[in-house]
């Protein structure tokens, strides 16, 4: 492919990208550079992935995109704008409410970004001749330094993507492609001394700028991690029952993003503030319906109860107390363990020493019983 020929194949992918309503698309070369690598391993090697033990199996080839394809010549790195209509934090103030993150009050966004690429795919495969294969988060891909070496934005001090144009409100996707497409010019970094993101964290889940533990981390907790909340973390989770938006809420480019209302994401109603008492009532049946097309579906009915459970214990609210009951004998150990934490926080004095002389003499799981016992 000559030169004009590489220049009008990345023009007509790059417009029916845009076509297809992607907010920004750029290009990269299929190679990241070696300190990516060593920034992964690092990573690792210090355990901050927590439970995220599917990293480290296919970390060689995480490190590169043509480690994983050697095939693969350019990586088009698509971005879909969510910024959300209202102030996003404004359910931390109201105890009562589930609060869940912004990117999860739609449609489960690996499917929205999924089913573009793939007509992007089948564009570039028709019309270009091109190889391709298609990455949403779900294959050994790392989507954030490639959208930097492709000019869409760069990782700030929270080690997310954010952007000048978008703010930090956007999901990612790529397109690999045999394709050797001109490159658009890598994004620096445009935080200087701004440290509102570390700051704003509730859990302290940075141990240096440009680092994360995942394992303080509230959307690690309530997401990836699969065992009983941390005692020591419970208490900041507040009222969040899936992830968090508090770094990314925080950052000052936010402020100047130049997509408008018209470009955002709707949200569900039924997702923006829940009533956390209703949410307690659903059984799995009900979880289902309730989160169909959400990403909040995937970590399970199991998990939602304890997540929901915790946010239960902080907001306070005595009156939650007969939301938490029935939950004390549920199947799962982990929700009966956070129901006892919640249980404790919520019922007065007496009823919770008459429970927890109950519940330690009938427990047969420790876990649970060190939630009695404490």
């Given at each position: 492919m000559g030169t004009l020929d590489r220049t009008e194949a990345k023009r007509r992918l790059t417009a029916e990208a845009l076509r297809l309503g992607f907010d920004a698309v750029g290009i990269a070369p299929a190679a990241l550079p070696a300190e990516i690598g060593r920034r992964l391993s690092f990573f690792l090697a210090e355990g901050r992935h927590g439970e995220m033990d599917w990293l480290e199996p296919r970390a060689e080839r995480r490190a590169s995109p043509d480690a994983l394809w050697p095939a693969a010549r350019s990586a088009v790195v698509v971005a879909q704008?969510?910024?959300?209509?209202?102030?996003?934090?404004?359910?931390?103030?109201?105890?009562?409410?589930?609060?869940?993150?912004?990117?999860?009050?739609?449609r489960d966004y690996h499917e929205?970004?999924?089913?573009?690429?793939?007509?992007?795919?089948?564009?570039?495969?028709?019309?270009?001749?091109?190889?391709?294969?298609?990455?949403?988060?779900?294959?050994?891909?790392?989507?954030?330094?490639?959208?930097?070496?492709?000019?869409?934005?760069?990782?700030?001090?929270?080690?997310?993507?954010?952007?000048r144009r978008l703010g930090n409100w956007f999901f990612l996707g790529v397109l690999l492609t045999d394709l050797d497409l001109p490159p658009d010019r890598p994004e620096g970094e445009h935080c200087g001394s701004c440290r509102a993101c570390l700051d704003a964290c509730p859990t302290a889940a940075f141990p240096a700028p440009f680092q994360l533990d995942a394992r303080r981390c509230i959307s690690y907790l309530t997401i990836e991690h699969r065992g009983p909340i941390p005692p020591e973390f419970r208490p900041a989770l507040g009222n969040r029952i899936f992830g968090c938006d508090d770094c990314l809420a925080a950052c000052p480019w936010n402020r100047f993003a130049q997509l408008g209302r018209e470009a955002r994401l709707a949200a569900r109603d039924d997702l923006v503030a829940p009533p956390l008492v209703e949410l307690a009532a659903l059984d799995e049946a009900g979880f289902r319906r309730r989160f169909a097309g959400s990403a909040v579906k995937r970590i399970g009915h199991v998990r939602f109860l304890r997540n929901v459970l915790i946010a239960l214990g902080n907001s306070g609210d005595p009156g939650a107390v007969a939301a938490v009951r029935p939950l004390l004998d549920h199947h799962a150990a982990l929700v009966r363990g956070a129901a006892a934490w919640a249980f404790r926080r919520l019922a007065g004095a007496g009823l919770a020493a008459k429970q927890r002389r109950r519940r330690i003499a009938l427990e047969r799981d420790p876990v649970v019983r060190a939630e009695w016992e404490a």
């Open positions: 704008n969510y910024t959300p209509a209202e102030p996003p934090l404004d359910n931390l103030a109201r105890p009562r409410v589930g609060n869940i993150s912004v990117y999860a009050r739609n929205l970004i999924k089913g573009r690429l793939k007509h992007l795919a089948q564009f570039a495969a028709s019309r270009l001749g091109a190889a391709v294969k298609v990455f949403v988060d779900t294959a050994p891909v790392m989507e954030k330094p490639l959208a930097q070496a492709a000019g869409l934005g760069w990782q700030g001090k929270h080690t997310n993507l954010l952007s």
